[in-house]
């Protein structure tokens, strides 16, 4: 979503502002702005409607040696997006960028009747009310900031300057991340420490409640009561290859096939083959206390969600008396679902930001339930609240479209359900076969890459005319199902829904014509000859089948095949999806799509 930077030090701080917001641009935008000051506090601002390139056309005649700024890139919510939408707002001296929600921006709108509103945005509400309290100066701007915050309800990461201190920024955050980055003579904001990569690799995340008064040389942090924080400076771990193409014409692609090393990652020190085991320290759960959980909620969104879902088909095959509820963040938090006795909850987020997961969080530990993250984003919000967790490790995911996350979100959470199930005894020979296969998915999923993509990359060629896609599975293709037709939809706008094969005659089997593609994911199995038959029932009725399968003797007249070669068999589905990942991605290139940067969404969802 929106992302903010900062700068104040010895250097320009529009080559700052600008490099930063082009390493934010993956969260998604649509316009972009800049304020800088010079040293007797004279302010540039230049904002554009859409791409960060338009601000630095724009920029050409606006070049400035200024040291101190801040920059915006908006993901609209209030007003659409345009020049006088786009962030930084000006309030007389003051300027102000903000990431989140101000909810109650009408209540505070009204009371600041006398000022004359020049955007739609709440956050030109908020810049108000800052300068209402901040005049003329005299009173310090930190204090200006901490009265403002007292008054709004909602979320919030922002950052301020003013035309009568040209030597500070006042940052603070409730619920949207902003990381202080300190260097040489010189300190870095960000919403996301990727952009401080190249610049300093020390950092200190803010906590919720917390506002910092920074210069070149000094940080101090206070909460919104003035009671002074000292804070932990973290290394920044990420390095800046992580966030290349590395040769790529795609972060997607780049992130599709470095699914062997990322899921490498994630398995690391945590399967031990020999005895057929896995150790997940992260959670920290005692043993007595795992022994006990009869319950395991699991709250994620999009992705996070599918891998939810398909863990929980995965947990409920070996630890047959525990029960594995997966809930989408968005409902669960406004629902009011009782949670058992002895339960514990998996909180799943790539970016460990997502809003409604964070609420949903946030929720949980009030009632006194145990909380495990399953994140990506060291040191995210979600990361930092949970009682435990187990990060998967896959280093930053730039693409829009989540791929190489839901691998090993998947995979880590079945190890938690190993984990459980080893605790309670779960005899060896259940479990075994589990962590053998686990233990292979990586070079698994290099051989069915490499195999895949070019059979893939021919086969979209037919499909491209189409703009319905029907994803068909049973047991836990189905989950892998509904994760396939988001990425279809998300990248290449193609109207793609996932249904359990046994639903089919239950209403969608009408949609079946010459407008609509059906991608049947058939995995070896139990069920194999029961979907084999509901692939006949879409055939008889003209259906146009892509069967992925790993059956050897796959003899069913389908219009197109895609084999999958693998030993792997109680996770062919994470190999499946593989296809549906290139699928997604070849048919968004065909059609000539961002595939990185998809229409209307943004990376990380911070708000509601
Ligand atoms: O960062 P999170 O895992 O919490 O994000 C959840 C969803 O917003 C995310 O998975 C989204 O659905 C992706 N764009 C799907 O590819």
Known sequence: MCGIVGYVGKNKAQDFLISGLKRLEYRGYDSAGIVTLDNDGKATLVRAKGKITNLEDKLKNNKKDDKIGIGHTRWATHGEPSEKNAHPHQVDKLFLVHNGIIENYKELKAELNEYDFKSDTDSEVLAALINSFYGDGKYPLTNAVVQALKLVKGTYGIAVVSELNPNEIVVARSGSPLVIGIGHDETLIASDASALLGHTKRAIYLNDGEVATVTANNIEIKTLNAEPVSAKVEKIETNLAAIQKGGYAHFLLKEIMEQPESLTETLRGRVNIEDGVVHLGGPGIPETELRRIKHIVIVGCGTAYHAGLLASYYIEQFTPEITVETVIASEYRYRQAYIPEDSVALIVSQSGETADTLACLREIKKRGVRTVGIVNAIGSTIAREVDGGTYVHVGPEISVASTKAFTSQVIAMVMFGLTIAQAKGVK???????????????????????????????????????????????????????????????????????????????????????????????????????????????????????????????????????????????????????????????????????VDQPRNLAKSVTVE
């Open 428 to 594: 060896n020979a259940i479990i075994r076969p589990y962590v053998t296969e686990i233990s292979k998915l990586p070079e698994a999923i290099k051989e069915v890459l490499n195999e895949a993509e070019g059979t893939v990359r021919k086969i979209v060629k037919k499909y491209v005319s189409y703009d319905h896609g029907i994803y068909l599975g049973r047991d836990v293709a189905y989950p892998t199902a509904m994760e396939g037709a988001l990425k279809l939809k998300e990248i290449a706008y193609v109207d793609a829904n996932a249904y359990a094969f046994g639903e089919l005659k239950h209403g969608p089997l009408a949609l079946i014509d010459d407008r609509f593609f059906e991608l049947a994911l058939l995995p070896e199995g139990e069920l194999y000859d029961k979907a084999v038959s509901n692939v006949q029932e879409v055939l008889a009725r003209g259906g146009h089948i892509i069967a992925v399968t790993n059956v050897d003797k796959f003899d069913l007249s389908v219009e197109s095949i895609i084999k999958i070669n693998s030993e792997i068999k109680i996770f062919a589905p994470l190999l499946m999806n593989l296809v549906s990942q290139l699928f997604a991605y070849y048919m968004t290139v065909e059609k000539g799509y961002n």
